[in-house]
């Protein structure tokens, strides 16, 4: 199983980063897990746009999904014909929410995606098997458990604490895990982790490596995340950057 970074800027897109998007690939198989503002271009400059399998959208805040509604000009209109309608594994109301993005008079994109509604539970996605558990977060969210040939990679989505997350992420080889807020002041609750949240929850879950993602530089210095990660804990913690492959 590989995880390649398309994007990770926190809740806008960053100077140097789109927003939310994770291409997992296994098998030969491509999960597309989260859509954000810019993750399309990044989607053509690591892979191939016209070859995802699947999409599986953790919420619908615009940092997590709104390139789903461009992408149907992708899939729709291909000079060489329409390509085939894609799974979207998403929150309810997502088709009715891109398709009212897409154009004003809500025109519907069930040529281009076929959209499953997701509620807390283990499925298979090709070869992958996903859990998915409501989190921490003013709207319905979902983090995110897949597991393949015995390996883990578990997503936070977008979350405050909660004991949902913990569960998700349980001894996981990997953990990407958003720390939008800094340490130490006071930020408003139940909307996302700080750094040190982050490392408290790496810890208590016992996953092997910490990815720290979701990161606002306009909020929260880097190195102050890292620092706040790293004292909460031992394990190896590391930032991720678009372009970046990790291979469990």
Sequence with gaps: ???????????????ESACSAYLVEADGFRLLIDFGSGALSALQR?????????ILLTHLHCDHMLDACTYVVVRRYDPAGPLPAVPVYAPMGAAERIAAAYSTE???VDDVYTFYGLQPGTFPIGPLTITVDRVNHPIETY???VEHNGRVLAYSADTAPCEALLRLAAGADLFL??????????????????????G??????DVGKLLLTHLVPAWA???SIVEAATAAYAGPVE??????????
């Design 221 to 223: 210095s880097e190195a």
């Design 200 to 205: 408290e929850a790496a810890t208590k879950a």
């Design 46 to 54: 690591y892979s191939d746009m016209r070859r995802v399998d699947a």
């Design 177 to 198: 895990c958003e720390a939008s807020y800094q340490d130490g002041v006071v930020n408003p609750p139940d909307l996302h982790l700080t750094g040190g949240e982050a």
């Design 1 to 15: 199983m590989r995880l390649t970074v398309l994007g990770c800027a926190g809740s806008f897109p960053g100077p």
């Design 143 to 145: 983090g995110v458990r």
């Design 239 to 248: 930032v991720v950057r678009p372009g970046a492959r990790y291979d469990l």
């Design 106 to 108: 809500g025109e519907p």
